[in-house]
T-cell receptor, first 116, second 117 residues
């Protein structure tokens, strides 16, 4: 089973709202990722967690706050977003985040976020 | 630094025709290479990958790709296109050196495949 689940599927929020995106995997993976994808563009890496510790933050604005409560769950807390933050947010997981040959990333279906 | 170039942002083929999506990479050491497919309003699905060993890699849905070191290429092919193959295809590279962001996936800009009836 290579399934990564994400909720909600769609989210509409105002610029003053606080919301959270959730990602879950049960493959025993120890690395989890958040990507942002704008229309007709490739995914852009935002954060990487490895063994529940934040290992990479690609200079993402503080209005995005990741959290990894355990090895199976990954959250992305959103606050005071801007309309340009509207995008598809993808979660992925992999074996351990080392980037070695066995460390293949598997993606979830994404959350379509619209900021009004 | 690693990079990926996908030639052709849009490719159209007739149903039953050969599919060829081009991917060239730049890497200072032998890379790991991936093809992902994305259907409308969905996430990315792994089609196939090359890490070590045999250079001709077979994936799901009848796709295959060949790693050619001399040409720094990893083109994706399928002998006979189906309507269901219409999607966005991303080539990605990862170089197993350095640390941090440098060890993460670098995606190409994507190729939109249209299959004509």
């Amino acid at each position: 089973d290579t399934e990564v689940t994400q909720t909600p599927k769609h989210l509409v929020m105002g610029m003053t709202n606080k919301k959270s995106l959730k990602c879950e995997q049960h493959m025993g993976h120890r690395a989890m990722y958040w990507y942002k994808q704008k229309a007709k563009k490739p995914p852009e890496l935002m954060f990487v967690y490895s063994y529940e510790k934040l290992s990479i933050n690609e200079s993402v604005p503080s209005r995005f706050s990741p959290e990894c409560p355990n090895s199976s769950l990954l959250n992305l807390h959103l606050h005071a977003l801007q309309p340009e933050d509207s995008a598809l947010y993808l979660c992925a997981s992999s074996q351990d985040g080392t980037g070695d040959y066995g460390d293949t990333q598997y993606f979830g279906p994404g959350t379509r976020l619209t900021v009004l | 630094a690693q990079s990926v170039t996908q030639l052709g942002s849009h490719v159209s083929v007739s149903e039953g025709a050969l599919v060829l999506l081009r991917c060239n990479y730049s890497s200072s050491v032998p890379p790991y290479l991936f093809w992902y497919v994305q259907y409308p309003n969905q996430g990315l699905q792994l089609l196939l990958k090359y890490t070590t060993g045999a250079t001709l890699v077979k994936g799901i849905n009848g796709f295959e790709a060949e790693f050619k070191k001399s040409e720094t290429s990893f083109h994706l092919t399928k002998p006979s296109a189906h309507m269901s193959d219409a999607a966005e295809y991303f080539c990605a590279v990862r170089t197993p050196i350095s640390s941090g962001s440098a060890r993460q996936l670098t995606f190409g800009s994507g190729t939109q495949l249209t299959v004509l009836p």
